[in-house]
């Protein structure tokens, strides 16, 4: 069975910096898309990142991209994101995911308030 553990969520100012992890269990992450999922209060989930299956392509949104980075660790089966300059926008819980065609896993979900 597939499971994600996010961590590394917690309250950080605007500007400051969090970097995520999502450990995953039961696969391996390097046949999966693996993507960063987010969700602020009354808003549409938004996918913020994603490295494509066997290969180190990371796309970005366009609210993230410069300040985000996703990387992955096929050692460890863990995909972390990086997130610098977090503005209060930003405030969210984050999800990661594991997509191959049809089928997506999803974490339960760290959340990243911004706040001063």
């Known amino acids: 069975q597939v499971q994600l553990i996010e961590s590394g969520g917690g309250l950080v100012h605007p500007g400051g910096s969090l970097n995520l992890s999502c450990v995953a269990s039961g696969t391996i992450i390097y046949i999966w898309d693996m993507g960063w999922f987010r969700q602020a209060p009354g808003k549409q989930r938004e996918l913020v990142a994603r490295?494509?299956?066997?290969?180190?392509?990371?796309n970005y949104s366009d609210s993230v991209r410069g300040r985000f980075t996703m990387t992955r660790d096929v050692a460890k089966n863990t995909v972390y994101l990086q997130m610098n300059n977090l503005e209060i926008e930003d405030t969210a819980l984050y999800y990661c995911?594991?997509?191959?065609?049809?089928?997506?896993?999803w974490g339960q979900g760290t959340q990243v308030p911004v706040s001063s």
């Open positions: 490295i494509v299956r066997k290969t180190d392509d990371a």
């Open positions: 995911t594991a997509n191959f065609f049809s089928t997506t896993h």
